[in-house]
Each structure stands twice: as structure tokens, then as C-alpha cells.
Nanobody, 124 residues
């Protein structure tokens, strides 16, 4: 069973930065994809970014392009989301997800394992 543990959420001012981390355990295979999703109150879950174990197949939602950067440390089975230029509309619970594929997709149906989520609040 794959387990995911997120960290790094918190409060940031508009224009500020935060870095989220998600560490996986229990991978059976060496190939995998990891992704970040987010859900704001009253809104549907949104795919933010994804990456595979080799650092390839990277996608970003249009809403975060140029501001967020995803990266992976395969040795540590950890994915990072560097969030710069934060806006109030980035406020949400951010979830890490993982599965065995290299599809480069932000469709939630392709991710079977999910973390508990970490709150990101952007406010002055």
C-alpha cells in the first residue's frame, strides 16, 4: 500500500512563497507519477501539477503556470511543489496523489493513492 505524507503548508502573504513536500512509501515498482491537486471551499478539486519518477511528463494547470514549479527526488520518493507569486485564489487544501504510470495527466481518476492534504492560505 502506498502512503503519502504532505508537509509545508501554512499561511503566506500575497506575492509570497511556500514549498510543499510529499514523501511516498510503499511503492512496489520503480516507475510512478506523483501529482498535486487542490480544493478550495465550495469548489471542485483541481489538478495543479504532475511529474513522473524520472522528472519527465510535467504538466501545470494554466492557473499556476509560471508561478509554481514541481520537482522530484526519486531517491527520496519525494515530490516538491515550489509556489511563488502566491495569490489569494491559491488558498486551498493541497493534496498529493500517486500511481503507477507515466501518463502526464492531471485527471484525478488516474491516481489511486492520496495524502491527507495540507492547508495553504494566502492572505494579508
Amino acid at each position: 500500500e502506498v502512503q503519502l505524507v504532505e508537509s509545508g503548508g501554512g499561511l503566506a502573504q500575497p506575492g509570497g512563497s511556500l514549498r510543499l513536500s510529499c514523501t511516498a512509501s510503499g511503492f512496489t515498482y520503480d516507475f510512478y507519477a506523483m501529482a498535486w491537486f487542490r480544493q478550495a471551499p465550495g469548489k471542485e478539486r483541481e489538478g495543479v501539477s504532475c511529474i513522473d519518477h524520472s522528472g519527465s511528463n510535467i504538466l501545470y494547470a494554466d492557473s499556476v503556470k509560471g508561478r509554481f514549479t514541481i520537482s522530484v527526488d526519486n531517491a527520496k520518493k519525494t515530490v516538491y511543489l515550489q509556489m511563488n507569486g502566491l495569490k489569494s485564489e491559491d488558498t486551498a487544501v493541497y493534496y498529493c496523489a500517486a500511481d503507477y504510470h507515466t501518463l502526464g495527466t492531471l485527471d484525478a481518476k488516474w491516481y489511486a493513492s492520496w495524502g491527507q492534504g495540507t492547508q495553504v492560505t494566502v492572505s494579508s
